[in-house]
């Protein structure tokens, strides 16, 4: 929209400017790719970085000034994360996780959603309240009584504290699909009553079809949130062979130090992979979704 | 809050109900149902548990004992506390102003009719969705003063840089610079907002005769304060729990000299190298009364510079 409103307003100034003030208006342009253009770099610096180091030989780790291009790439590195260091299984727990947890996430919070939004009981918006208030509520007041909760449950070093309390709702999903939901007519759950479907019916077989992109943002989410998680695993799992990628590497940084550094790099780098295909082939949802989240609060 | 519950049953259980009334509760509770599990048992019930043992003696493999406040005063004499607190606080002071600033400027340069926008837009926001443990192990290695290459760019420009992660003055400043890379998810938040100021004020306020200065001032701010200040308060209650990052880079310990030790380290480090699990409570707490004052504080200067009539 912005496109084609500005080109008719822009002509019309520049036919009656100056010189000068032309001048001005190609050095602001200039001006700001240059900046744009110097932010690139300093966001991108650390993903060619990230890639260079991880293919770089243990002699080119420490050298100055920084070499680049390793000659030649030792692509070998990212095996060796594989054959030393588990990353498979590491792969495989945190995907584990991850998939229940997206799963859970999208059905509780729509369900959850659904009654905060297309039922109306009484009191239901102070109930709601309290959803935003546990917003707040910082995770680590909650942590050690759940700790020690899930110690007596025997859930120690297990997956079940990283995906039980997913399938529970998040209050910021809730009231991103709630929000979703309002903005549905009315008139659609009032036919369905008509017709006589029951709430689950209306639920499952119009609410949710119609909600397909505020459930893609939450499955997106969640999922990145999951892949991501470092405060959940490190407190819970305790055993190598439970570790998820995040931690996995973390502990690779301490067992191996520095002189291995490059086939950490080799890790973190794959580590990143999931979340950029994640983030090309659903760029939409993305930018939608933290569009979403961030203006409603 | 109690009195909100009070109301709350009032209406829930008041004899005015009709059938049809009490079938829709009935149904609504049922779809609600999950999030009251989720809420009683890990919301409500670790809340007030954590506050009693805030006030224990709980050494993790014996029973609680009751202390009183014998917690709350321990923590007022440990230099280590209050350094942590220091610490979070220095953090947090410059890292969500900086963020907002950089967050907001970089928005209204990608706002102002750029081509390749999506392409900007992508490798702005591509970091913030990086996990927490690739960018630390990356910047853990940029800012490594012999071989890295923050330095070497330093350099570049005849600066000796110093010893970041290395160094207690300047390992807070790594972080925060850390901290900026990951801005990228304000930048699409406030780009969203930007895009939504109506293009008539704009327009208007030009024919009036204020210059681009004037406008950003008068206008654009004012008509994303509400944005602004959801993502500070964010911001903030973000910083104070920063954890992810240190506990990374300096595998749990703060270092150098306790620089880095921030109240979440200091907490985690209480609760699960030390397993006293009452004073890591009391740290949460006086953590979470932190964030709720400030939190407040935010709500309340807000009246004087977040403007509403936008929506």
Known sequence: ?297 | MTTVTQVGKKGLFGDRLTRETRRSLAVGLLFISPWIIGFLAFRVYPFFTSLYYSMCFYPVLATPKFTGIANFVKLSNDSRFLDSLLNSAYYAVFAVPLGAIAGIALAMLLNMKVKALSLFRTIYYLPSITPVVASSIVWLWMLNPKSGIVNWVLSLVGIDGPGWLGDPQWSKPALILMSLWGVGGAVVIYLAALQDVPRELLEASELDGANKARQIWHVTLPMISPVILFNVITGLIGAFQYFAAVHIMTNGSGSPADSTLMMSIYLWQTAFQYFKMGYASAQSWVMFIIIIFFTIIMFKLSGKWVYYGGR
Not at chain 1, 133 to 161: C, E, H, K, S
Not at chain 1, 235 to 248: A, E, F, M, N, R
Request: with cysteine; hydrophobic share 55%.
């Open chain 1, 1 to 297: 929209m912005a496109d084609t409103l500005q080109p008719a307003g822009s002509d019309w100034v520049q036919r009656k400017t100056p010189l000068g003030i032309q001048v001005t208006r190609v050095l602001t342009e200039v001006l700001k790719y240059a900046v744009l253009i110097l932010f690139s770099i300093f966001f991108l610096l650390p993903w060619v970085w990230m890639l260079s180091t991880s293919l770089k030989s243990p002699q080119e780790l420490n050298v100055w000034p920084p070499i680049w291009i390793p000659e030649p790439p030792q692509w070998g590195n990212f095996l060796y994360a594989f054959q030393e260091a588990q990353f498979g299984t590491f792969v495989i727990n945190t995907l584990r996780i991850a998939i229940p947890c997206v799963v859970g996430s999208v059905l509780s919070n729509a369900l959850i959603a659904y009654g905060f939004s297309r039922i109306h009981w009484p009191g239901r918006d102070v109930v709601f309240g309290l959803v935003l208030a546990t917003m707040i509520l910082p995770g680590f007041v909650t942590f050690i009584p759940l700790y020690i909760i899930y110690r007596r449950l025997d859930w120690i070093n297990t997956f079940y504290p990283l995906v039980i309390p997913v399938w529970l709702g998040s209050p910021f999903y809730i009231f991103l699909l709630r929000q979703f939901f309002m903005g549905l007519p009315e008139a659609l759950s009032d036919a369905a009553r008509v017709d006589g479907a029951s709430e689950l019916r209306t639920f499952t077989q119009i609410i949710l079809p119609l909600a397909r992109p505020a459930l893609a943002v939450v499955a997106l989410f969640q999922f990145i949130g999951s892949w991501n998680d470092y405060f959940g695993p490190i407190i819970y799992l305790s055993d190598k062979s439970k570790y998820t990628v995040t931690i996995g590497i973390a502990n690779m940084r301490v067992a191996y130090g520095f002189s291995n550094f490059a086939w950490i790099m080799a890790a973190t780098t794959m580590s990143t992979v999931p979340i950029i295909l994640l983030f090309f082939f659903a760029q939409r949802t993305f930018i939608e979704g933290i569009a979403m989240t961030g203006l409603k609060g």
